[in-house]
């Protein structure tokens, strides 16, 4: 199946002077969660905004549902939904006459229907009647997601959709954002809570300094770039590790009473079982041991950490 969106070498430089995206090049497919992964700064928020139209694109080219967003501005707009990071909300206007209001922008005929069903999924709807400016924090980030939906759009936008919405309301926003997953819409979203990606997104793009570092299946990605460490619980404590195991990936946590050996998953000989023989032959002992796998956040920083200190060239090139 052709991507939903098609991304081609596109480049950004603000007015004053800053290349705020660097060749970018993406495929989002139909129907997937694709979570945009990166710090501050990192050019989420511009690669959104000329998706959507927002910001003039400088080189490149990007198509929405086959049109340009350029030469199909229109046809393009329609398909999208975008929740923008800056929300700005304090209308004396009703929920349901700003959802309203925002469908008929995009020249589309009434369906009351359609919009009911889209209030009652985001626990809005008992709150239709109600001024904006009366409704809480997160029923507000909310009502920004039923407004981004109002014209059916193919593609929803979520640009830090859970940034400062407690636990709880992650929750329900997660499990949200699948529900429209299975009804057929394509959600691109921006985080900086790696939880989120990792809990919710099909595939993951990491962008740092305007450069798409990586993309990659999450399940793959936690796969290859993961991780194990072994944690070997001490009785009596370590102060250092003995000269004869230095040779080791090896650390001591805390008061020294956990020794920490990490290893590859992909590698075929992990080395554990001599880990364990040398262990012995230094008399160490241990009375309890587990492994733990490295999580998407720990992947993550690893990336773009190494990006910043070792080059991006090498880094995309490692990852593919
Ligand atoms: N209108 C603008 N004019 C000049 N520079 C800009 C403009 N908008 C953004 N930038 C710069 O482009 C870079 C990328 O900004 P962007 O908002 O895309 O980052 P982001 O990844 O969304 O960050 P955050 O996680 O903080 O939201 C930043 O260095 C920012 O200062
Ligand atoms: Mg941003």
């Known amino acids: ?57 400088g080189q490149g080219n990007v198509t929405v549902n ?18 923008p990071q800056e929300i700005a909300t304090d209308s004396f206007e009703s929920v349901l006459g700003a959802i309203q209001f925002s469908r008929g922008l995009f020249g589309k005929p009434p369906n009351p229907a359609y919009l009911e069903k889209i209030l ?11 001024k904006i400016v009366t409704l809480s924090g997160g029923m507000k980030r909310r ?23 407690d636990v709880e309301l992650r929750q329900d926003m997660w ?4 529900g429209l997953r299975d009804s057929g819409v ?6 900086h809570y790696i939880e ?30 993961g991780e194990k460490e072994l944690s070997l619980q001490l009785p009596t404590p370590l102060e250092t590790i003995p000269d004869s195991l230095s040779d080791l990936p090896l650390r001591l946590n805390g008061d020294g009473s956990e020794l920490i050996y990490r290893f590859d998953i992909k590698s075929e000989n992990t080395g554990i079982t001599e ?5 012995t032959s230094a008399n160490i002992e241990f009375r309890d041991l587990y492994t733990r796998e490295s999580s998407l956040e720990e992947i993550f920083v690893n990336l773009v950490h190494s990006a910043q200190h070792q080059g991006e060239e090498q880094l995309s090139g490692e990852a593919q």
């Open 1 to 57: 199946m052709k991507p939903i969106i098609s991304v081609r070498g596109l480049d950004k430089t603000y007015s004053g002077g800053f290349n705020a995206l660097k060749g970018i090049d993406l495929d989002i497919q139909r129907g997937e969660i694709f979570a945009l992964l990166g710090p501050n700064g990192a050019g989420k928020t511009t690669l959104i905004s000329i998706i959507c139209g927002i910001v003039n694109p």
């Open 66 to 83: 086959g049109y340009d967003i350029q030469r199909d501005y229109r046809h393009a707009r329609r398909e999208i939904g975008l929740v």
């Open 120 to 130: 009652r999924q985001l626990s809005l709807w008992e709150k239709r009647d109600n």
């Open 143 to 165: 009502l920004m997601i039923a407004k981004a939906l109002s014209h059916e759009p193919s593609v929803l936008f979520l640009d830090e959709p859970t940034a400062g919405v």
């Open 175 to 178: 499990g949200m954002v699948r």
């Open 186 to 191: 394509t959600v691109i979203l921006t985080t």
């Open 196 to 225: 989120e990606a990792e809990e919710m997104a099909d595939r993951v793009g990491v962008i740092n300094r305007g450069e798409l570092v990586l993309v990659e299946d999450k399940k793959t990605l936690m796969q290859k770039m």
């Open 275 to 279: 880990f364990l023989r040398r262990l």
